[in-house]
């Protein structure tokens, strides 16, 4: 007889791989930190970008009085594309370290900010994670030009700027947005009228033999607010 299957891969219990190949992902994670679920000035909804893998992003946007600097000329939102990081096998757009900075990004940076997900390893592959982000762009793009004549009512091109992205990774995040802009570059029409401007690496993550200084910083767990809160000044 052969012998039940038993856990090859664990990691602290969120994802386990079993002898047999089975998946085994945990519903109920304890985080160190809650969830956010409303900040003033900053509104979200989530939205699905991809029909085929039921794949959602998350929308973050700034009240509609904070469109109106000291000088009272309204100005559109810039566009911040949020890609969570994990190893590439963890994560999500709800989760807190996701979450909690999404909504500072948008009220600290007044900013319209777009947080996807993507599928995860290892049940998806590499390149799935920079093919699913790569669509998530194309959804961007189409929303800018109103493709069937449907948008998203808070991607409205009277009140968002298309011609000012910036895409910014955290982690493995960090990797896919690498990615990106191999595929894209700064500037590039592929997108248009989607312009990126730039891309932010925070912390990447590169696979290697040899530990970098990085790997032995601050713990995943905290690393994106304990940037936020040593490098960003909020806005009230």
């Not at 970008?49 to 100005?75: C, V």
Request: charged share 20%.
């Amino acid at each position: 007889m052969g012998s039940f299957p038993h856990i090859v891969e664990d990691c602290l219990g969120v994802l386990q791989v079993l002898s047999d190949g089975t998946v085994f992902r945990s519903k109920t994670i304890q985080f160190n930190m809650p969830v956010i679920h409303h900040q003033n000035s900053v509104d979200f909804k989530d939205a699905m970008f991809d029909k085929t893998h039921n794949l959602h992003l998350r929308i973050y946007k700034p009240a509609s009085a904070s469109n109106f600097p000291p000088n009272g000329r309204p100005h559109k939102l810039p566009i911040v594309v949020f890609i969570h990081g994990g190893g590439f096998c963890l994560g999500s757009r709800t989760w807190p370290t996701c979450h909690n900075s999404c909504l500072r990004f948008a009220s600290g940076l007044n900013a319209v900010v777009i947080a996807p997900d993507y599928r995860l390893a290892p049940e998806h592959r590499l390149p799935a994670a920079m093919d699913d982000e790569a669509s998530a762009m194309r959804w961007l793009q189409s929303q800018a030009l109103r493709e069937n004549g449907v948008s998203d009512a808070w991607l409205n091109s009277g009140e968002v700027d298309f011609d000012q992205v910036l895409v910014l990774g955290d982690s493995s995040g960090g990797n896919i947005a690498h990615h990106l802009a191999v595929r894209l570059g700064a500037g590039s029409t592929e997108l248009a009228p989607v312009r990126v401007r730039g891309y932010v690496l925070l912390a990447p993550f590169f696979g290697g033999v040899v530990r970098t200084r990085s790997e032995s910083g601050p713990s995943e767990a905290l690393l994106n607010l304990d940037i936020l809160d040593r490098y960003f000044v909020m806005v009230p």
